[in-house]
């Protein structure tokens, strides 16, 4: 048993318009505190308008053992990006 | 399979790509990160002692506002180093104690005292432009948290080192009083911040295998020759001497060349014996104690309010 407090994993959104990035973590006993931690530590220069903290054993990742499997679904289908079709160079806004 | 796996991490590091905390790695990578991070941690949170010192001196508001705001940063870049070197597993709690138990250092410039106001100039301007001259190639790190912890870590260090020229290039176009202080503050600071790179590349036995894992970018004495390149121009232009009698550029190089380091006082001040080790290593443990109280409350407030709400948390994720 860890003798630190939980580890919260702390998102800022910088503005308006854009979605929250991981900024990275703070130990705190509790969400509150865990927020104000973040606040203090992440936006000491109006680096964001919004922050979450989501505890860090809430996360579900992907393994990094089994990441060529998981992700190889996409990696044959080019036909998913603009790019594979080719377009009459007359044709334009397309 | 383990010979899988070393190749995945050696190809990772061929094409340049960034270790996940996730990622297998060799041990010895693990351990030679967690002690660099930890002791990269623990530099961030004793360098605020000798500057906390002037806190309550500052010679004016503005001054006093800015000094607050450093030392502020220091410890958050404390916890981002902290952060950073805990995602290879370690925990916050051991590192304070390795730190409290003398089994893991700090950088020895924080065991040499500030002295005068001047001091705090020279801090910001040499010793804070050392270490940006070293995490600025951190940022290319192959390990993706302490890399991510430097760029954060660069863009709020630059803030502390033009803070620190300011104050000695005021001081340096002050009375004569105000002139002799800033000249002394940089008569002390000099080496030592010249040592910060450490020992010079034939003596550095760990720093070949850094460089192979891509932890390190550049060799000590590489990195010393910038700052040192940097730095002269700026000292001239506040009209401030650097001691160093052999100090000159040379045409054939494209280099300043300075005097010989003197190493021996380096160790002394590594082995423990600097002007402020024990000071520096009582105080920190009595920081730590004395805050017990206020890490108990916390909890206990905490629990407190768990216990009567349960569920309603401020907020929803959208």
Same mark, same amino acid.
């Not at chain 2, 070197?85 to 089994?103: K, W």
């Not at chain 2, 940006?132 to 709020?156: D, F, H, W």
């Not at chain 2, 390190?216 to 990195?223: G, Q, V, Y």
């Given at each position: 048993?860890?003798?630190?407090?939980?580890?919260?994993?702390?998102?800022?959104?910088?503005?308006?318009?854009?979605?929250?990035?991981?900024?990275?973590?703070?130990?705190?006993?509790?969400?509150?505190?865990?927020?104000?931690?973040?606040?203090?530590?992440?936006?000491?220069?109006?680096?964001?308008?919004?922050?979450?903290?989501?505890?860090?054993?809430?996360?579900?990742?992907?393994?990094?053992?089994?990441?060529?499997?998981?992700?190889?679904?996409?990696?044959?289908?080019?036909?998913?990006?603009?790019?594979?079709?080719?377009?009459?160079?007359?044709?334009?806004?397309? | 399979?383990?010979?899988?796996?070393?190749?995945?991490?050696?190809?990772?590091?061929?094409?340049?790509?960034?270790?996940?905390?996730?990622?297998?790695?060799?041990?010895?990578?693990?351990?030679?990160?967690?002690?660099?991070?930890?002791?990269?941690?623990?530099?961030?949170?004793?360098?605020?002692?000798?500057?906390?010192?002037?806190?309550?001196?500052?010679?004016?508001?503005?001054?006093?506002?800015?000094?607050?705001?450093?030392?502020?940063?220091?410890?958050? /870049?404390?916890?981002?180093?902290?952060?950073?070197?805990?995602?290879?597993?370690?925990?916050?709690?051991?590192?304070?104690?390795?730190?409290?138990?003398?089994?893991?250092?700090?950088?020895?410039?924080?065991?040499?005292?500030?002295?005068?106001?001047?001091?705090?100039?020279?801090?910001?301007?040499?010793?804070?432009?050392?270490?940006?001259?070293?995490?600025?190639?951190?940022?290319?790190?192959?390990?993706?948290?302490?890399?991510?912890?430097?760029?954060?870590?660069?863009?709020?260090?630059?803030? /502390?080192?033009?803070?620190?020229?300011?104050?000695?290039?005021?001081? $340096?176009?002050?009375?004569?009083?105000?002139?002799?202080?800033?000249?002394?503050?940089?008569?002390?600071?000099?080496?030592?911040?010249?040592?910060?790179?450490?020992?010079?590349?034939?003596?550095?036995?760990?720093? $070949?295998?850094?460089?192979?894992?891509?932890?390190?970018?550049?060799?000590?004495?590489?990195?010393?020759?910038?700052?040192?390149?940097?730095?002269?121009?700026?000292?001239?232009?506040?009209?401030?001497?650097?001691?160093?009698?052999?100090?000159?550029?040379?045409?054939?190089?494209?280099?300043?060349?300075?005097?010989?380091?003197?190493?021996?006082?380096?160790?002394?001040?590594?082995?423990?014996?600097?002007?402020?080790?024990?000071?520096?290593?009582?105080?920190?443990?009595?920081?730590?104690?004395?805050?017990?109280?206020?890490?108990?409350?916390?909890?206990?407030?905490?629990?407190?309010?768990?216990?009567?709400?349960?569920?309603?948390?401020?907020?929803?994720?959208?």
């Amino acid at each position: 048993m860890s003798r630190d407090w939980p580890l919260w994993e702390v998102f800022v959104r910088s503005r308006r318009g854009l979605s929250h990035i991981h900024a990275g973590s703070v130990h705190a006993p509790d969400a509150q505190m865990a927020l104000r931690n973040a606040r203090d530590l992440y936006t000491r220069r109006q680096e964001g308008v919004s922050i979450w903290v989501v505890s860090s054993s809430a996360i579900t990742a992907s393994s990094p053992d089994e990441k060529d499997p998981f992700f190889a679904p996409a990696a044959d289908k080019a036909y998913r990006h603009p790019t594979f079709y080719d377009i009459p160079s007359e044709v334009q806004t397309l | 399979m383990e010979s899988d796996l070393a190749a995945g991490f050696e190809r990772l590091l061929n094409t340049d790509q960034r270790i996940e905390p996730r990622d297998w790695m060799p041990e010895a990578y693990r351990a030679t990160l967690i002690r660099q991070i930890a002791q990269h941690a623990h530099s961030e949170i004793i360098g605020m002692q000798p500057e906390g010192n002037w806190i309550s001196r500052a010679p004016s508001l503005r001054r006093k506002a800015t000094l607050i705001a450093k030392v502020q940063d220091e410890a958050g /870049h404390g916890l981002y180093l902290y952060g950073a070197c805990e995602t290879l597993g370690v925990d916050r709690a051991d590192l304070l104690d390795l730190l409290h138990s003398g089994q893991q250092k700090y950088s020895s410039i924080f065991n040499y005292p500030t002295l005068s106001w001047a001091d705090i100039g020279a801090v910001g301007w040499l010793v804070d432009g050392a270490a940006i001259t070293n995490q600025v190639a951190l940022c290319r790190c192959s390990y993706g948290p302490y890399a991510r912890a430097m760029v954060r870590i660069c863009k709020e260090e630059s803030f /502390h080192q033009r803070q620190g020229f300011d104050i000695l290039n005021t001081l $340096a176009h002050g009375t004569p009083a105000q002139q002799a202080m800033a000249q002394d503050a940089v008569d002390r600071w000099w080496w030592p911040s010249l040592m910060m790179f450490g020992p010079p590349d034939d003596a550095s036995p760990h720093s $070949a295998q850094s460089m192979a894992w891509r932890i390190k970018r550049h060799s000590n004495d590489e990195l010393r020759q910038k700052f040192v390149d940097i730095t002269v121009p700026q000292a001239a232009a506040a009209g401030l001497s650097l001691p160093d009698p052999e100090l000159r550029w040379n045409e054939q190089r494209g280099h300043y060349d300075i005097g010989p380091i003197d190493w021996a006082e380096f160790w002394r001040v590594v082995k423990g014996d600097g002007p402020c080790n024990r000071q520096r290593m009582e105080r920190r443990v009595q920081a730590h104690e004395e805050g017990r109280w206020v890490r108990e409350a916390a909890v206990a407030h905490a629990a407190k309010h768990s216990k009567r709400s349960g569920a309603d948390q401020a907020g929803t994720a959208a």
